[in-house]
T-cell receptor, first 112, second 114 residues
Framework: QKEVEQNSGPLSVPEGAIASLNCTYS??????FFWYRQYSGKSPELIMSIYSNGDKEDGRFTAQLNKASQYVSLLIRDSQPSDSATYLC????????????FGKGTKLSVIP | DVKVTQSSRYLVKRTGEKVFLECVQD?????MFWYRQDPGLGLRLIYF???????EKGDIPEGYSVSREKKERFSLILESASTNQTSMYLC?????????????FGPGTRLLVL
C-alpha cells in the first residue's frame, strides 16, 4: 500500500514568517511529487511540482525533495493571510502509473 | 490554461435516485479521474480512465460506475444514491506523456443525498 503522510496541523505562523510543510512517502520508486493548495470549499490547485533531488523555487514557494529520505517539503516565505489553506502533498510512483497518491493535507493558518 | 469543468457545483438528491455527474476537459488529456473527498479521509480515487471507453477501478468503486464515450468527457454515475455517498466529488485530468502526471482539478460538485 503506497502511503503519503502529512501532519494534519493546524500549523499556525505569524504573517511574514516562513511556513514549513512536510510530507513523507512510502514508495521508494516514486518519481514525481506535487504540492496542491486547497481553500475551504474549493478544489485543489497545483502550486509546485518537483522531480529531482534538491530545491525548486517559484516566487515565495520552495519545494525540497530528498529521495534517499523519502521526504518532500514546501516552504512558504513571507507568509500572507491569503496563504491560509490546506496543502496537499501528492506522489506519482512512475512505472507507467497515471495515478497520484495524496496525503490528507496540512491545514495552514497565517495569523495577521 | 487547462480547464476542467463539472456539470453542477451543488446537487441535492433523494435516496435511491440515479445520479449523473459530468466532467469535461478542454486540453486533450488522455487521463481522467473521479475522486471523492470527505473530512478526515482525504481524497479517495473512485475510478479513472486512460482512454476513450477504458476505465479502471480506484480504491472505492462500490456503488459507482463511469462512462467515457468521448475523450473530453468523463461521467460518474451513482446507480442508486445512498446517504453515505454525500460528499464532495472532484474530477481531474492529466496527460499520459509529459507533464509529469500533473493532475488538474475541476471546481467540484458537492452532493447531498437525503
Amino acid at each position: 500500500q503506497k502511503e503519503v503522510e502529512q501532519n494534519s496541523g493546524p500549523l499556525s505562523v505569524p504573517e511574514g514568517a516562513i511556513a514549513s510543510l512536510n510530507c513523507t512517502y512510502s514508495d521508494r520508486g516514486s518519481q514525481s511529487f506535487f504540492w496542491y493548495r486547497q481553500y475551504s470549499g474549493k478544489s485543489p490547485e497545483l502550486i509546485m511540482s518537483i522531480y529531482s533531488n534538491g530545491d525548486k523555487e517559484d516566487g515565495r514557494f520552495t519545494a525540497q525533495l530528498n529521495k534517499a529520505s523519502q521526504y518532500v517539503s514546501l516552504l512558504i516565505r513571507d507568509s500572507q493571510p491569503s496563504d491560509s489553506a490546506t496543502y496537499l502533498c501528492a506522489v506519482n510512483s512512475g512505472a507507467g502509473s497515471y495515478q497520484l497518491t495524496f496525503g490528507k493535507g496540512t491545514k495552514l493558518s497565517v495569523i495577521p | 490554461d487547462v480547464k476542467v469543468t463539472q456539470s453542477s457545483r451543488y446537487l441535492v438528491k433523494r435516496t435511491g435516485e440515479k445520479v449523473f455527474l459530468e466532467c469535461v476537459q478542454d486540453m486533450d488529456h488522455e487521463n481522467m479521474f473521479w475522486y471523492r473527498q470527505d473530512p478526515g479521509l482525504g481524497l479517495r480515487l473512485i475510478y479513472f480512465s486512460y482512454d476513450v471507453k477504458m476505465k479502471e477501478k480506484g480504491d472505492i468503486p462500490e456503488g459507482y460506475s463511469v462512462s467515457r464515450e468521448k475523450k473530453e468527457r468523463f461521467s460518474l454515475i451513482l446507480e442508486s444514491a445512498s446517504t453515505n455517498q454525500t460528499s464532495m466529488y472532484l474530477c481531474a485530468s492529466s496527460l499520459s506523456a509529459g507533464g509529469g502526471k500533473t493532475q488538474y482539478f475541476g471546481p467540484g460538485t458537492r452532493l447531498l443525498v437525503l
